[in-house]
């Protein structure tokens, strides 16, 4: 168990790691959704959470990311620069430097990512008994994904994250940051957090143009408002079902794939 005995979490990080130079749609975390860019829009629905207390932007030293940088000092919103492809220590270090205890980790490609269900899974992972290691509401196979991709979050204490910066060698643990988690469950205690009914088939990530296309539709149907729930965009969905052809062909990475 990673967490010591006796230990209270004191400081809730949500670190949204974000970079330009995505493969499928480059430049993505910057394009524009309704009124303001994706990033902003994940930004701003993170840190309507309750339990979340610093929403910090992980961008990359790369040249390219200056926009990023230069965005988020324009917003005054909290960023940390760090590896393109370390990912891993880019988050570590971010969450470090933040005095973070308890980190929400969250992919820039999330813009619907929804502030209640951010809470409902952190009190999932912090009241667990015996304590957690590790949670997130969607785990690659042989675990079913229940959220719409798009929604997904993973949670750990600081210590763990150290634990993997310390240990996990592969190139996807050091890209994609918390598998060496739920790669070990002999070693540490995992929650794959579940939903029912599974609405595992939606897609609403931000990741190539038809993407893009899927979530501005979306958008048109809340007049400007962009503190709706995930709930009601699956209501704008239903009532609107032709809308789920733009992106029905996309194929969504493996976790083991690497750039």
Known sequence: MILPKGTMPKKV?????ARMASTRLPGKILKEIGHMPALEWMIKRAGRSKMIDQVVVATTTDASDNLVAKFCEKKAYTYHRGSMKDVLDRVYRAAKENQADVVVRLTGDCPFIDPEMLDSNLRAFLKAEPPLDFA???LPPPYTR???IGLDAEYCYFAGLETLWQEAK???HREHVMPFFYEH???FNI???EH?????NHRWTLDTPEDLKLLREIVKHFNGRDDFKWTEVLQVLTDHPKLLEINKDVRHKN???VE
């Open 170 to 172: 592969e190139k996807h």
């Open 191 to 193: 929650l794959h957090i």
């Open 13 to 17: 990080v949500a670190i949204i790691q």
């Open 136 to 138: 997130a509401n969607r």
């Open 255 to 257: 976790y083991q794939e």
């Open 185 to 187: 469950p002999e070693r």
């Open 146 to 148: 229940t959220i719409p």
């Open 196 to 200: 029912n009914p599974n609405y595992g």
